[in-house]
């Protein structure tokens, strides 16, 4: 049997449909609007977390190469400040050296990144005393200081001289000479460290070295007689060693040495070559005594 539809019922079926799709639409649509909301929340926050979490690392990261850049700094300053008390070590003693640290300290208030760049630079100006004038204001400070001098009462100066250098060195190469100045020298520096003597400088071939300062000790003439005693068999024992390397004569070479005991005047004298210095006649007598004395001998006064 057909069953009949009118045009109506035709007609009216797919707009039936058509209606609930749209509704169906509006419902997801409705759906996805209220769950979008926590959805879109959540990925803000994540988003934000991620933006935070990188600012984080990137601060880190700056602030460690920040740290390493002030602990690369630090290190270069201390080897600086190493090289300095080393240089100041080898030249004065003890007490100079403290007393020149300190002056040096001294001038670090508001300057000290610029001073501990410079600490070398300092102590040359220091020692050179420069004209404040034609300075710096670091300079200016460190020329106005005051004389680093003492008086010691009591002390002994040994003079000590190579007889026959200057003819041996006339028949020598440069290097030759050096070779021979540089194992007497370190040797005699060696035994005046084991003694506590100070070894004041060489002039030529002259040795000169100082007991009984910067701390006073009743028995500096003792030990500076020990350290002449000591260098003189030293010596001889050397030259005869330095024959194969420099010839014969080298073997020929004789110490002669001068001590005196006195009164000295010990500082700082500051130049283009700042050094530690004696003055007084105490030195003037000790170079006297070896001048005037015998080779391979220890000359004493009374």
Sequence with gaps: DME????DQAFCEPKIHEEKFIETIGFVALLSMVLGVPTMGILFCW???????????????????????MS??????????????KLVSSLFPK??????????????SGEEDEIQKNS?????SFL???????TS????????????????????????????FTAWSSTREPSQVFSLLETLYQNFDRIASSLDVFKVETVGDCYVAVAGLPEARPDHAIMMARFAHECLGMFRVLVKQLEVELGPDTGELRLRIGLHSGPVTAGVLRGDRGRFQLFGDTVNTTSRMESNGKPNKIHLSQ
């Design 72 to 85: 690369k700094q630090i290190e270069r300053e201390k080897k600086t400040a190493s090289k300095t008390q």
């Design 95 to 108: 007490n100079v050296q403290d007393r020149i640290l300190e002056e040096l300290d001294e001038e670090q």
């Design 4 to 7: 009949c539809v009118s045009a």
């Design 47 to 69: 988003i934000g977390k991620r933006r935070e979490k990188r600012q984080a690392q990137a601060q880190i990261q700056e602030i460690d190469e920040k740290m390493q850049t």
């Design 120 to 124: 070398t630079d300092r102590l040359a």
């Design 137 to 164: 204001s670091t300079a200016s400070r460190t020329a106005k200081s005051r004389p680093i001098a003492d008086l010691f009462p009591e002390a002994t100066i040994s003079f000590m001289d190579i007889v026959g």
């Design 128 to 134: 050179k005393s420069e004209d404040p004038a034609r």
